[in-house]
């Protein structure tokens, strides 16, 4: 049985930082890219980063850019987003997915995605 699971959420404050962790299990996701992203309370999930299998190619929504950097380790079949000068606007349910459409692709997509995780909440206060 192929399981997401996103570790690292919290509170901070604004200007603080956070890494959070997505580690798969039942199958290995090497091959795919891995993306983040998040939703917050009555507003529509939104992407905010995504990776190519080798880590080769990477994108990123506007609004986290030059703050956020996803990352990953196919030994550990594990994708990591480390956020940086964080804002109260990026306060969310952060879920990471696999793009099971392109094998071994550097090209990162926004959206059609599988395999989501469970999330988990990050809350920055002001």
């Known amino acids: 049985q192929v399981q997401l699971v996103e570790s690292g959420g919290g509170l901070v404050q604004a200007g603080g930082s956070l890494r959070l962790s997505c580690a798969a299990s039942g199958r290995t996701f090497s091959s795919y890219a891995m993306g983040w992203f998040r939703q917050a309370p009555g507003k529509e999930r939104e992407f905010v980063a995504a990776?190519?299998?080798?880590?080769?190619?990477?994108d990123y929504a506007d609004s986290v850019k030059g703050r956020f950097t996803i990352s990953r380790t196919n030994a550990k079949n594990t994708v990591y987003l480390q956020m940086n000068s964080l804002k109260p606007e990026d306060t969310a349910a952060y879920y990471c997915?696999?793009?099971?459409?392109?094998?071994?692709?550097?090209?990162?997509?926004?959206?059609?995605?599988?395999?989501w995780g469970q999330g988990t909440q990050v809350t920055v206060s002001s």
């Open positions: 997915a696999v793009d099971i459409h392109r094998y071994a692709s550097d090209y990162v997509a926004k959206r059609g995605y599988d395999y």
């Open positions: 990776i190519s299998w080798s880590g080769g190619s990477t």
